[in-house]
């Protein structure tokens, strides 16, 4: 495959360490902390796509760059035609009806669950795209004044093509995590970042907390005993490890070539990484720490994960905590895995956290996470100025 420009480092994989307290970041569908078993033992687990949400937002905030993946487009149209541009309200609505099912990836009539027409799949565009959309729906508007509301197998007035071209539109939160629209022709974008799990470095337990919630009036009242309810709820400590890497090369293909914009957006995903967290049960557990270790290499030849590095699981020091003898444990693997492969994909390694003695085996040491990225992307993606 030919690339439009090529990166002197063709990955930069992004390594951390993580104490995270009493939290459930990621639960599954019965609401209990997600594990997985690795090496033997029972470790607390968080989804690559939980924390690459988190991170997106973060990516988001930071770039001011947005992107929406919906079902409910043409809602979304509806609302900016009747709130922003005083269209009358069936006629908004018929205008998100055919904007919803005017597309390649049609749509369903509403239901109990979904109030309106939705979209078959969930589209994933630019947050832009709402308003090129009502765009379209105003350079069509007399047609749609004189168009029936929309019916089951019924047919949109608007031009299927237009919309499509919507759809396809991308902004750099795309061009960075990718998108997989296969009902719309050459809509898909091979994501240039590939995200781990994130899973405990050592065996751990999960915990039950009781809980009750006192209802005020009786409790001001005293005029019967009992709480309004009780439940529990599932929740683990630990710390975690968690990796990521960029795909330089298909984030340039993506950018037809910009290194520019390849390396402002790299290096916010990097900092998004390194500083979101999930939001899961966060006004229980508030549990908002920050890296004890962020470690990147930069790689002409392809990622390496030090998730091996755990498979033994970490064992507590003599004093407690297993903060320290993770780092030493990713240390050791991080030299190991050097010797074993060689200098020759490595172009640079380094390291920053809040541990403050020297690390063997993860490099040079820079005193804050900016500065880490920022040496890193000289080496991978260095400016026309260097």
Do not use: C
Request: net charge negative; hydrophobic share 40%; no cysteine.
């Amino acid at each position: 495959m030919q690339h439009a420009s090529h990166a002197p480092g063709r990955f930069i994989d992004i390594h951390i360490l993580q104490s995270v307290p009493y939290a459930n970041l990621n639960r599954d569908d019965t609401n209990s902390v997600k594990q997985v078993e690795f090496g033997g033992r029972t470790r607390t687990r968080v989804s690559s796509q939980s924390w690459k949400r988190a991170t997106r937002t973060d990516f988001q905030r930071l770039t001011g760059q947005a992107a929406v993946r919906t079902r409910r487009i043409g809602e979304a149209v509806e609302r900016v035609l009747l709130e922003d541009r005083q269209w009358p309200q069936d006629l908004a609505r018929r205008a998100g009806q055919h904007i919803a099912a005017g597309s390649s990836i049609k749509a369903d009539p509403p239901s109990d669950e979904v109030p309106a027409w939705s979209t078959n799949a969930m589209v994933y565009v630019p947050e832009s795209a709402i308003t090129d959309l009502a765009d379209l729906a105003e350079t069509h508007r007399p047609t749609l004044e004189a168009a029936p509301n929309m019916k089951k197998g019924g047919k949109s007035v608007l031009p299927k093509d237009d919309i499509d071209a919507v759809l396809r539109s991308t902004n750099g939160v795309i061009h960075l995590f990718g998108r997989m629209l296969a009902e719309v022709d050459d809509a898909g974008v091979d994501g240039a970042v590939q995200a781990a799990h994130a899973f405990t470095t050592h065996a751990t337990d999960t915990e039950l907390d009781y809980f009750a919630a006192v209802d005020d009036i009786t409790d001001a009242w005293n005029d019967s005993t009992g709480s309004a309810h009780m439940g529990n709820t599932e929740f683990s400590a630990g710390v975690f490890y968690r990796y990521a890497t960029v795909d330089l090369d298909d984030l340039l293909r993506n950018l037809k070539g910009d290194r520019a914009s390849a390396r402002e957006l790299t290096a916010a995903f990097l900092e998004a990484f390194m500083l979101s967290i999930p939001q899961a049960k966060k006004t229980a557990t508030a549990p908002h720490t920050i890296p004890d270790v962020a470690h990147i290499v930069v790689r002409s030849d392809r990622p390496v994960s030090f998730a091996a590095a755990f498979e033994k699981p970490v064992i507590a020091g003599r004093d407690g905590g297993f903060s320290k003898p993770s780092v030493e444990q990713m240390a050791t693997y991080a030299a190991s895995a050097r010797r074993l492969l060689g200098e020759r994909g490595q172009l640079q390694t380094a390291w920053a956290g809040t541990h403050t003695d020297e690390v063997d085996g993860l490099g040079e040491q820079h005193d804050s996470l900016l500065e880490l990225i920022s040496s890193a992307m000289d080496v991978a993606l260095p400016s026309e100025q260097q």
